[in-house]
């Protein structure tokens, strides 16, 4: 930034520099746009004429000023201001102030911004037509004008806990149990309440809800405001301070919504009338992760223990085991434990299992369910590396947001047809592997004859192969070791081969 040519009477740098001389009002610049939370300083050259002068530059976020030391200097002399703008502030305002009526110059302005630290990945919302995530203390949002790029709105002193987009048109940033907690505006001016034990929370029937670590709950009308009030709606106290990890939105056995609170030992309802947490037929044997997947999808509630996964029809009291612990699991290459669901649309419900909570080299997965099988969308691409959740947000074209190993991905998805022939713009991986079950002929223990294996192929070329192994016998488990080439293939149409022996 440079202090706009003006008057002439010295210079620090090129030819001009700028003359104040009104005490009453300080020359200023506005500066767009900045991050709130974040350390700026300003530094600028200064001279007076005569030993009388007194000249300081400062720097305004509109909630209080931060000065520079007076500089009374007859030669150019370099002031600096150091200012952590306020979460609440609304403006970057740079100053140059004088408190003498003497002749007083400034030039060679500049600013520098302090370095932004993120951290691991915390919470997802769309808000406002964006989309926002919590990396650690910093809260960021998609850059609607580039798209694949996150920029910083604002840096808190500690980390959230939650965002939750609910009432009045506002962003409700959870700050925990001990600090008060924040709500921004469609303007990202933020206000902090006064306000604690809000660490986790959701929106039902008019009314925002917060829970503390210890499961007390309450429930607010008009949560922003700098003194709101909170009613107090029911306790969890048979679990352990932790135990309940997400609050969502789910059925009741009339089929109607109702506030649910997913936790390590199982499922539970809250009695808004009674001002009571039920219990629910979902249990869990205290599982570290159970709860962690906690979604309605289509016609009911999806809860998750490890890779177990419940499908909790309530009106009807069924209960359906869909789980990708089922059918001898996941190949122990991708194994670990669901950390979150992401209810997509009417066609699938993600998962994110994450492999830091298994023992031994695994790798994170995105998995999806359609109602009757699940697939596999990604896979990344180091071993034993968090997964925390995500979101479909529509922000910058429709894709999918989601973590691994504290870094943001996306993925584009369809919002018509699904079908790759008819996608022109699908994009794919470079290269792939489709493993097949074992073929048993619907026979598992008696001895079989394979003589051929007929392969057809759509699409094929020199360029773009499909080569064919095999293994018999179940002499090993390993995914990428110990398969037998038959042959590749590089034509449409259909192939036979004929097994060596």
């Keep these: 930034w440079e202090i706009p040519i003006q008057n002439w009477w010295a210079a620090h740098g ?30 600028c050259w200064a001279i007076t004429t005569s030993g009388a002068g007194q000249a300081r530059i400062g720097i305004d976020d509109g909630v209080d000023i931060t000065y520079s030391s007076i500089s009374s200097a007859t030669v150019w002399t370099q002031l600096s201001v150091t200012k952590t703008l306020s979460i609440a502030s609304t403006r970057f305002r740079l100053l140059l102030d004088i408190e003498y009526a003497e002749s007083n110059y400034f030039d060679d302005a500049a600013i520098s911004v302090g ?20 990396l650690g203390s910093v809260l960021c949002k998609v850059d609607t004008t580039a798209g694949a790029t996150l920029k910083a709105v604002a840096v808190f002193a500690t980390n959230p806990t939650a965002i939750i987009p609910s009432l009045n048109n506002c962003l409700y940033v959870y700050m925990g149990d001990t600090v008060n907690y924040y709500y921004m505006s469609t303007s990202e001016l933020f206000t902090q309440t006064n306000v604690t034990d809000a660490s986790r929370g959701a929106q039902w029937d008019a009314k925002l809800f917060k829970m503390d670590n210890d499961g007390n709950c309450w429930y607010a009308t008009t949560p922003n405001a700098a003194a709101p009030t909170w009613t107090a709606t029911g306790n969890i106290t048979d679990l352990t ?40 037929a979902i249990e869990f044997g205290d599982h570290p992760n159970a709860g962690k997947g906690a979604v309605r999808w289509r016609d009911a509630s999806y809860i998750s223990a490890g890779l177990g996964v419940i499908k909790y029809v309530a009106d009807s009291a069924v209960i359906i085991e869909i789980g990708l612990n089922q ?10 434990e669901i950390t979150n669901f992401i209810g997509a649309n009417n066609t699938d419900l ?20 359609n109602g009757k099988g699940w697939r596999c969308w990604w896979v990344g691409d180091s071993t034993e590396k968090a997964m925390v959740g995500g979101i479909v947000s529509s922000a910058y074209g429709y894709r999918l947001y989601f973590d691994h190993n504290s870094v943001v991905y996306y993925i584009d998805i369809p919002r018509g047809s699904e079908n790759p022939r008819k996608l022109a713009t699908t994009t794919y ?58 042959g590749t293939i590089t034509s449409s149409g259909t192939t036979i081969y004929q097994f060596p022996d």
């Design 115 to 134: 370095a932004i630290t993120t951290g691991a990945p915390i919470d997802y919302a769309n808000f406002n037509s964006n989309m926002y995530v919590v």
């Design 241 to 280: 301070s932790g135990a309940v990890k997400r609050l969502f939105v789910g059925f009741d056995s009339t089929g109607d919504d109702v506030l649910c609170a997913a936790h390590t030992k199982g499922l539970k309802l809250l009695d808004f009338t009674g001002a009571a947490w039920l219990d629910t």
């Design 350 to 369: 993600f998962a994110l299992v994450d492999s830091s909570q298994a023992t031994g080299t695994t790798t994170s997965t995105l998995l999806s369910y």
């Design 429 to 486: 991986a470079a290269s792939g592997v489709h493993i097949t079950p074992w073929f048993d002929a619907d026979w598992e223990l008696g001895q079989k004859l394979a003589l051929s294996l007929r392969v057809r192929v759509d699409g094929a070329s020199a360029t773009e192969t499909v080569v064919v192994k095999y293994r018999i016998n179940h002499t090993t488990t390993a995914l990428e070791s110990t398969w037998i080439t038959l």
């Design 14 to 43: 090129g030819t001009y520099s700028w003359k104040v001389s009104d005490t009453a009002n300080p020359t200023y610049q506005d500066v767009t746009p900045f991050t709130k939370g974040v350390s700026y300083t300003f530094t």
């Design 327 to 336: 059918d001898g699991g996941l190949p122990t290459e991708y194994n670990g």
